[in-house]
Structure formats: structure tokens, C-alpha cells
């Protein structure tokens, strides 16, 4: 039984790589399930449990209108993600990739691992939250800059000038002049 599509998807997808979550948002449990009974969709969630050895989540639910109770079960899926890179090639989505590159563009800054790895987390929310079996890999590199450049100039710059290629120093000088303005 799905409850909210984008919570659903968010659970298979942050379950898949390694950590759970599940939607515990009031609002969200309860929204479009209807009452096997009576048939109305005016239900509400009275108790949500981990089943299944976490793969599910089992929740107890009860019927507005008739007052009857009944049971749902969200069975957590794998869905894998994948990325398209420039050469139109495919790879699985990995985590890790992406922390390599801005670590690698952050060497060296006086920034908190912890900082750095929340960032990182905005990241990931962000690539998820586009709910796409397929991303390519330019999306991702902009999400990138955009938070690096929020965080850190130098690595902002470093990791733009490998992600865009810079041919040249001039390329490279323009592109730190537009953030130091
Ligand atoms: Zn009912």
C-alpha cells in the first residue's frame, strides 16, 4: 500500500543505499488510503511499526467513517538509480563518487568533515528528491557546484574546473572572478 508516492520512492531509495527511512510525517500517513470496508478514503494511521525485519512498515489504521480498523504493509523495494556519463554510458548510482570529488575539492580548506558531509547529504536529497530512474551525470555536477559554491569558493573553483573542463587559465580566471564579485 502506498501512502505518499514521493515518501514511498524516498524510502526505497534511501533504503537502497544503505540507510532507512521512513516517512514520519503526520500529513503524508493516511493520504489516499481507503477504507477496505466502507470504501471512503477518510482514514487515519493509529500506530506505525517497523515489520519484516525493517524491510516493511506495518501501520494500523482506522476508518472515520465506519470506525473499523484495518492493517497496511509498505514493503520497501529496491529501486537502483543510474547515471548517464557524457560518453551516454550507464553506472549504477554510487554514493561514493560524489564524496570523492568534493573531498578531492576540498583538500586542504578549513571546512568540518561534519560540514562537509552534510552538504553532501543536501546533495544526495537533492539528486533523490528529482525522483528519476535515470540521471545524468551534468545534472549531478550542478548540484554539486551549486552547494560547493555556497560552502567554499577555492572549492567551488577546483571542482568546476575539472567538472567543466577548463581549457585554459583565462577560462579559469573568469570563472573565480564571477564568484569573488
Ligand atoms: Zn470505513
Known amino acids: 500500500m502506498i501512502d505518499s508516492i514521493r515518501g514511498f520512492r524516498y524510502t526505497q531509495i534511501m533504503k537502497n543505499h544503505g540507510r532507512e527511512y521512513f516517512p514520519a510525517d503526520k500529513e503524508k500517513e493516511g493520504s489516499f488510503v481507503k477504507c477496505p470496508f466502507c470504501n471512503k478514503d477518510n482514514t487515519h494511521v493509529v500506530d506505525s511499526r517497523p515489520a519484516d525485519d525493517n524491510c516493511a512498515i506495518r501501520r494500523r489504521r482506522l476508518c472515520d467513517d465506519c470506525g473499523r480498523r484495518f492493517t497496511t504493509y509498505e514493503k520497501v523495494e529496491t529501486i537502483p538509480m543510474t547515471v548517464i556519463k557524457k560518453d551516454q554510458t550507464r553506472q549504477e548510482y554510487d554514493r561514493s563518487k560524489i564524496e570523492a570529488g568534493v573531498m578531492r575539492a576540498c583538500y586542504k580548506r578549513p571546512l568540518p568533515i561534519d560540514e562537509i558531509r552534510e552538504m553532501i547529504d543536501r546533495i544526495e536529497l537533492e539528486i533523490f528528491n528529482l525522483e528519476e530512474k535515470e540521471i545524468s551525470s551534468n545534472v549531478i555536477g550542478e548540484i554539486v557546484m551549486d552547494k560547493l559554491k555556497e560552502l ?11 567538472y567543466r573542463e577548463f581549457r585554459d587559465i583565462n577560462t579559469f580566471m573568469d570563472e573565480l572572478k564571477k564568484i569573488l564579485e
Open 152 to 162: 567554499d569558493a577555492v572549492a567551488y573553483v577546483r571542482f568546476a574546473s575539472v
